[in-house]
């Protein structure tokens, strides 16, 4: 068989028929139906993904500044209630004893103060921190000990001492930055909070908590608890409302405050105070890329941004703290919520649009059905089984002709004249235009009015192809090939006899034979095909179509 019968036949194959466009309509709506829903379901999945990973960070953020009011919410109430006992015991610099006893309790029930200090306006102060597992403590006295000189004593957890030595130091009490703040504490701000600062026995960065009073003799005193900006890093670094969200401080400039465990440098001076930032390794590098993409947005505080890490997308937002008087800001870095997450949080919504999706398409199949259901009543009367070719003829010999069936002896050839008839072709034409007007029906060529089987040889056609490209000239010149997709042709034998079937469905719009410049409407009635008037073809056509 050529390539070109091939094409001939594919036009006019079975794979027009009826059954077969139903199921490809209803396919194109399922699938036009499920790529709607996969559209939606991914919009709506990438806004509930923004959705929960912006929710996750405004937790992350409460959580942070929750933890920090709980870190230092016991701080300052302890500094407080240490001011009142302070007042009432005239406790100074001098009594060192008593502030041994009293404050060694306080920096063991709460780790996160790093030291206190008790000064006054005579230039007076008594410093006391940890020491391994003893206690250090630097007493200022100018009377006692001379100008720039401090006393170093070290302590037993029992409060004896152990050594002692004094050291000469340019260390002023009055320089440092907790001293000028506590001078400005009011029965309004009872309590205040340095900016960050290097500690100048520590060397290391952090904020001090001042309360201040006057005592006798018109002398101010002044009470100060040291936090390291480590350990606020550490305590803030356990906020977490998924296993990989982050909690970060950073200065104003984009130096991270990294906590303990971690290898870093420190930047800057004991006067100007200094902060962690990263060294050669890349244990931190997700909090470097978050503040390296904050440096580039010019540092927007408050406001949600996002990078990507080897393919990963992570969020992180930038805060203040109000405790640090907007010196120190703290960071949290969130993974986006993995869609595959957001599925299994949401499956009662794809459940729905599921159901939804079957509902809609149960009533556009019904609508189908309804479109084809005259179609479908016509199906056992317009084809015939390929599989059982011989049988199906033959039944259709038995019924005789009717409304959808019709036989024809031969293609072109008038068998009385022995010529071929352009009479003979119009005539089984207008069966063709009657079938597909009316309900649709088979035509067989080479079987006589009697149901004999004559077979086409009486045509003399070479070959299939030329039956093949006559019958395509005939529908295009008489029909129009606009109506090819109705009509399929079969080329088969029986009783050792070539034959043809046609098979014509009902079409969807008026068809008209074309011949000698008349446009002609048929229809079935019975075993004939009638030619309708034009007034009967219009009322036809609207009661129909």
């Not at 401080?249 to 800057?268: A, D, F």
């Not at 599925?343 to 059905?369: S, Y």
Request: hydrophobic share 40%.
């Amino acid at each position: 068989m050529t390539a070109f019968s091939n094409l001939i036949k594919n036009m006019f194959s079975f794979s027009n028929s009826v059954h077969n466009r139903l199921t490809r309509d209803v396919t194109l709506l399922v699938l036009l139906l499920i790529f709607i829903f996969l559209t939606l379901s991914y919009f709506y999945a990438k806004q509930v993904q923004d959705d929960i990973t912006l929710a996750i960070i405004a937790s992350a953020e409460k959580m942070v500044i929750d933890k920090n009011k709980q870190l230092f919410k016991p701080i300052s109430n302890n500094l407080a209630l240490s001011k009142k006992w302070a007042e009432l015991e005239l406790l100074t610099a001098k009594k060192n004893d008593v502030f041994n006893k009293r404050f060694i309790p306080i920096l063991e029930t709460l780790p996160q103060i790093s030291s206190v200090i008790i000064a006054s306006s005579k230039g007076n102060e008594y410093f006391l921190t940890r020491k391994d597992d003893n206690w250090l403590s630097r007493h200022t006295n100018p009377k006692k000990y001379g100008e720039g000189v401090v006393l170093w004593q070290i302590w037993s957890s029992n409060n004896t001492l152990i050594k002692e030595w004094q050291e000469k130091t340019n260390y002023r009490p009055k320089k440092r930055p907790w001293y000028k703040l506590g001078l400005t504490t009011s029965k309004e701000s009872p309590i205040k909070w340095t900016s960050p600062y290097s500690f100048y026995t520590q060397q290391i960065p952090g904020v001090t908590g001042v309360t201040g009073w006057k005592g006798s003799e018109n002398t101010s005193y002044i009470l100060a608890f040291d936090v390291t900006l480590s350990d606020i890093a550490l305590s803030l670094s356990g906020s977490k409302i998924g296993k990989n969200d982050i909690s970060y401080l950073i200065s104003p400039t984009g130096e991270v405050i990294l906590p303990p465990g971690n290898k870093h440098i420190i930047k800057g001076s004991s006067a100007k105070g200094s902060l962690y930032v990263p060294g050669d390794d890349n244990s931190n590098y997700v909090i470097f890329d978050s503040v390296n993409n904050w440096l580039k947005n010019q540092n927007q505080l408050n406001k949600p941004n996002s990078f990507s890490r080897d393919g990963k997308l992570w969020w992180y937002k930038i805060f203040t703290l109000d405790t640090y008087n907007n010196s120190i800001y703290a960071g949290v870095i969130v993974p986006e919520k993995e869609l595959i997450d957001i599925i299994n949080e949401n499956l009662t919504f794809i459940f729905t649009g599921i159901a939804l999706l079957i509902i809609i398409a149960v009533v556009m199949a019904r609508i189908l059905v309804r479109k084809y259901a005259h179609q479908l009543k016509d199906v056992p009367k317009t084809n015939i089984l390929p599989q059982d070719f011989t049988n199906e003829i033959y039944q259709l010999l038995r019924q005789g002709e009717s409304e959808t069936l019709e036989f024809k002896s031969t293609m072109r050839k008038n068998l009385k004249t022995g010529k071929n008839g352009k009479e003979i072709e119009i005539a089984w034409l207008k069966g063709l235009v009657g079938f597909m007007n009316t309900h649709g029906g088979i035509l067989l060529i080479g079987v006589d009015d009697d149901a004999n089987i004559l077979g086409i040889d009486e045509d003399e056609f070479e070959n299939e192809d030329k039956i093949l490209l006559h019958f395509k000239n005939l529908i295009s010149q008489h029909i129009g090939l606009e109506f090819s997709n109705y009509i399929n042709l079969i080329i088969n034998q029986i009783e050792d006899k070539t034959i043809l079937v046609i098979e014509c469905e009902r079409a969807d719009r008026p068809a008209f034979l074309y011949n000698k410049n008349t446009e002609d409407f048929y229809i079935r009635s019975g075993p004939a095909s009638v030619r309708l008037t034009v007034s009967k073809v219009l009322k036809y056509v609207k009661n129909r179509y």
